[in-house]
């Protein structure tokens, strides 16, 4: 690793890569551009074998590069990197993300004047069509009560253009790892992004977490970043079906209460095999309905290693209704009441005053 400045900067901006040296070409000069005097930016590299490191020490020596033995995945290659860097602030920021001038400064503003909020993320826009959102994260995220994550802009493949219609500062249930700042002294506090998980999920399984302890997540529209998205792997790739269906399940089985653990995963049993079906049956993808199966076989055999997890997570509960998933089933909504934008959903947080729905 390049020696770093002896004095402790208030936000460490960390980019994550694999092989993304055409990535890093591209939108690491915006990043550099746009967080001048405010941040240092590092690039964590996953043990790369193209040119990315290379590339890095000759067109970007302002750079502050980690070097990771091997390629370790999205959570734990983040959680050895920041485990190295000494700030106040952590930005796990995607290396196909191109920033805007003054990104940084309102969520430096807001979380300097909320201290319970422990984590942030700006509003994402499309790289490919720069008038809607994008998919991974939108304007703040949500999950339903059988898990099934959306966001304001995006419920299920329902992507909006964003006219401005999120552009107020909203809690949120979970901010995109694509772009998401949080407090290093709570990223601590949570263990960081859980390592088995990988790849995929892992920033809701941690966002979830952190608002189980009484912290609050908010998404912050002035700041606007673009994102190309899919990046690592393509949204039809097999694998990514598998690691979000187990890890979604994992998650469920970690952060539930006692009450709701059992009629959700009753549920999400039948949901996820007429899921699986009609990826063979309409779809023709076999790839992807062997991926749904492998994934309730996978989390079965591994859902004991993380009974522990439940216990110590139940246990720590700081306000179990603050950190509740939205109380209606986002497959009825979108499916049966044709539901296909955020405006269109009940109330996405508990204590929003708004009816809510029982299906």
């Known amino acids: 690793m390049n020696s770093a400045s002896s004095s402790k900067p208030q936000l460490a901006i960390?980019?994550?890569n694999w092989n993304g040296s055409t990535m890093l070409s591209r939108y690491l000069p915006s990043v550099l551009r746009d967080s001048q005097g405010e941040a240092t930016v590092y690039v964590?590299?996953?043990?790369?074998t193209d040119d990315s490191v290379p590339m890095l020490r000759q067109q970007f020596p302002q750079v502050q590069l980690i070097l990771l033995d091997r390629n370790w995945g999205f959570a734990e290659g983040y959680n050895r990197a920041l485990a190295t860097i000494d700030a106040e602030y952590y930005l796990l920021l995607n290396s196909d993300i191109e920033t805007t001038p003054g990104w940084l400064t309102p969520m430096l503003s807001f979380m300097e004047a909320h201290r319970d909020v422990a984590v942030c993320q700006p509003k994402l826009r499309s790289m490919a069509h720069r008038?809607?959102?994008?998919?991974?994260?939108?304007?703040g995220g949500f999950i339903d009560r059988l898990g099934y994550p959306y966001c304001r802009g995006r419920v299920f493949n329902t992507v909006e253009q964003d006219n401005g219609q999120y552009d107020n500062p909203a809690e949120v249930h979970w901010a995109t790892g694509a772009a998401l700042m949080v407090r290093a002294s709570v990223y601590r506090q949570?263990?960081?992004l859980d390592a088995r998980f990988f790849a995929h999920q892992e920033e809701i399984d941690m966002c979830w977490r952190i608002r189980l302890l009484g912290h609050k997540i908010y998404c912050l529209p002035s700041s606007v970043v673009y994102h190309v998205g899919g990046g690592t792997l393509p949204k039809a790739n097999p694998m990514k079906t598998f690691l979000n269906f187990r890890n979604n399940l994992t998650m469920l089985y970690k952060c539930l209460p006692d009450e709701e653990l059992k009629p959700v995963m009753r549920r999400r049993w039948w949901l996820d095999y007429l899921a699986a079906s009609q990826m063979l049956l309409l779809n023709f993808n076999w790839g992807d309905f062997r991926a749904v199966w492998r994934a309730r076989r996978?989390?079965?055999q591994w859902k004991n290693?993380?009974?522990a997890d439940r216990k110590a997570i139940q246990e720590a509960v700081f306000d179990a209704n603050h950190a509740k998933p939205a109380p209606f089933?986002?497959?009825?909504?979108y499916y049966i009441k044709r539901h296909k934008r955020y405006t269109d959903l009940p109330a996405s947080l508990p204590d929003t005053p708004s009816s809510t729905a029982d299906r």
């Open 190 to 192: 949570v263990g960081g």
């Open 329 to 333: 089933s986002l497959l009825w909504q």
């Open 305 to 307: 290693d993380f009974e």
């Open 44 to 48: 964590a590299d996953n043990a790369s």
């Open 131 to 139: 008038d809607q959102f994008e998919y991974a994260g939108a304007s």
């Open 14 to 16: 960390v980019i994550l």
């Open 298 to 300: 996978a989390f079965k």
